[in-house]
């Protein structure tokens, strides 16, 4: 069993808001991020596959495949995009870096055929990351 | 003469657009950064001052000052902003990477007392950035 | 379950040396480290708690609640000291980067409410860095 | 327990093929990567041990020796060569991130005492990364 | 005026040697460099634009342009290659990273139209990187 | 003319104080810079020589020789030192950041032979750095 790793970046805008709040909650818990304008961030994305070595080879995952699905299943969804307004989940999801990790867990998933999803981290700025390991995953790393 | 330089980040989203450009020269040459919601970045700034080094502190800046001044007229006025609605230059000026050095140096050069401003960049991802340094500057780096 | 990770950073000195060893035994096991004087770091900290997302929120813990405790037990304690002499347990405690991770879980761990740590990280450098999970923690990374 | 990890980086070129495979076939498997005159990278190794702090010192494992291990198994075999040609594993085996990670795992873990082999991580640009925790983990990161 | 850099990386493999020189000579200069086999990097090449801002689009040069002459002009004939093998001018040349600098500007300098060049900077680790500003600059950074 | 930069880094502590000062002086202008058990960081150095490429080796200077130049005269002298206490000239100089800076260039100066000194930064930390060209440099970056 291996472990590979592949980083992305894309660029978007957010803002977080709950319209179950009162507007003083709202300031209170999202602070200068419940600006409706939005803002944004440079994110880094970590792919984590994992599986056996192909020994013909020599790759656990075809890298071009990986690559691709990254781009077509989530940067191209997600760059250059106000979340809460052009990515459909985050109509009602607040787009949190834990519900990105999550959003891109459940879009990666289904379209990796060939190795297996590991995990999910982003980075929010170079100070905060958020990692997912699935829905099911028992509590490991 | 010796250079000091500080930096700092700032998230911040914008998008651009020249109303004077048709809908397909907007397009054509702003690309995915035309769409009118915005996306956004980690943008890092660095600060660059000379001066001569004050022999009693060893200092050629007070760098909590220095730190102060680029809170107070940098910071507090992008990070966390959509550029274009609510930064007064960006309302018609377009915020490019270019835009945004030209207008932080304005902002911090009337502001700096005991050392001079030498330079100002500004990254908007880890592989594009602008350095500025003054209108007046001869051509040189 | 979810992961989130914080980074900061503080800034202290430190040398090894156990008084139960020789002069020589220290200087073999120590080397330079065993300069009295003390040296110093960059220290990078990385604080990972784990939890379910709160479906109001969208977190897995207040941002900002976990920034103060990591300033209030963390920082205040260690920045800009010399860790043999003014931080408590360095006193016995040799100030390694292993000892250094173990004291930071136990300043962290019963000051964090809502989330649980999962895991502290410190870089001494960025070529050298120490993972501690707890004192029950079984052996998993 | 604590997991102490140390970087070290070094430099090497390679080319992926497989003669079992048609020209075809390698050139669409390994696309620019089966240039026979080889490719190089600047290779970052991340070499993870795990143990009980030892009281006395306050080290996991003696660093100057793992330093030393690190150079006299792995850099000094792999630093500057072609790996196809001059490394006698990858004579045979295509040396992908993936089986370098191995290689490394199976060069270190015979020579390290005091402190149990962990993981290796070898990352083959900043974007791609590889992990191996050894032929008998179990399904962990 | 105002200065543009864009980052990009490529891999290739190159190796140090003067037909000139005897083997002594070759050996003692350029140490494990010599070794004919090659051995590789992750390039890292910065390029810096100058001039005016244009006040239409808020940009000193095309950025689409910018990044498709670097990757048509250099990264598709240095990506991937043994320098010494595959790169005319290498045949005779030695590639080190002060003649790849050169070699760089020469390549982008009569490509380069809106905006004018002014510095190539390459990173070969790290720790080890040249800055070219053309042939005819004066002795300015 | 080419310019060729090389970095490393040493690990030292110190504090700021000027005698001259009042405690309250030394407060207010030191802050918590001023603890006199010293604090410590991880400094990197980049030391900028320029010179001709010369066209036998490729290289404007032999990196042998600067790495040794670089060991010998800096870090020999800096590297796990006290800098007030263990470091000659800053038993009287504050040994800020731009002092450091200073008698780096000065150490260095007169030990270089082939290639002409251009530049000395040095990076207290990885948002703070300092830039010396030289007593007598004209002001030019």
């Known amino acids: 069993m291996i472990y590979l790793t592949r980083k992305a970046e894309f660029s978007a805008s957010h803002y977080y808001h709950n319209p179950n709040f009162t507007p003083e909650e709202n300031h209170r818990i999202f602070g200068k991020c419940n600006n409706p304008n939005g803002h944004g961030h440079n994110y880094t994305l970590e792919v984590t596959v994992k599986g056996e070595v192909?020994?013909?080879?020599?790759?656990?995952?075809?890298?071009?495949?990986?690559?691709?699905?990254?781009?077509?299943?989530?940067?191209?969804?997600?760059?250059?995009?106000?979340?809460?307004?052009?990515?459909?989940e985050f109509r009602t999801l607040i787009p949190t870096t834990e519900n990105l990790a999550i959003s891109i867990w459940q879009r990666l998933k289904p379209k990796l055929k060939t190795a297996q999803l590991h995990r999910v981290r982003v980075y929010e700025t170079a100070d905060l990351f958020v990692d997912f390991y699935g829905e099911d995953s028992q509590d490991s790393e």
Chains 1, 2, 3, 4, 5, 6 share one sequence.
């Open 54 to 88: 192909d020994s013909r080879s020599g790759f656990v995952v075809d890298l071009k495949q990986l690559k691709e699905t990254m781009h077509f299943e989530v940067l191209d969804a997600l760059d250059h995009r106000f979340l809460n307004k052009e990515v459909p």
